[in-house]
């Protein structure tokens, strides 16, 4: 099985040592994607902005070595404030309503306090 590895072009992967995903065989796993804005790498205010962008930057992650959301059998959301559950909603429906992958949600802290979600995620095409 051949590794792919995956770059999103983010200053992070080279300064920490990172690919934004990693494919080996069927399976494609992505990094932890934050909200940042993958044109403008602007920090936009509004965690539902920032869940779109996150997933803007993982659905070109998955597309580039042919996977889509459709593919995905796992994801985990990383939210700083619980308030945050009831705005992500919409742009996570708008991408997994009918896939409905297996899903887990943690509050928690995370590097940059501009951060509000961060997303990573699993796909298999078998």
């Not at 069927?26 to 965690?47: H, I, K, L, N, Q």
Request: aromatic residues 10%; proline residues 6%.
């Amino acid at each position: 099985m051949s590794r792919r590895l995956i770059s999103s072009g983010s200053p992070f992967e080279a300064h920490v040592g990172y690919s934004r995903a990693l494919v080996q065989g069927d399976w494609c796993f992505v990094s932890g994607t934050t909200g940042y804005d993958p044109d403008t790498r602007a920090m936009p205010e509004r965690v539902a902005d920032q869940a779109a962008n996150a997933l803007k930057v993982i659905g070109a992650a998955l597309a580039e070595r042919g996977f889509s959301f459709g593919d995905v059998v796992r994801v985990n959301y990383y939210i700083t404030d619980p308030a945050y559950w009831d705005e992500i909603a919409a742009p996570l429906r708008a991408v997994f309503g009918d896939i409905r992958p297996a899903a887990t949600c943690t509050v928690t802290g995370l590097i940059e306090p501009l951060m509000k979600i961060e997303i990573d995620l699993t796909a298999f095409k078998g």
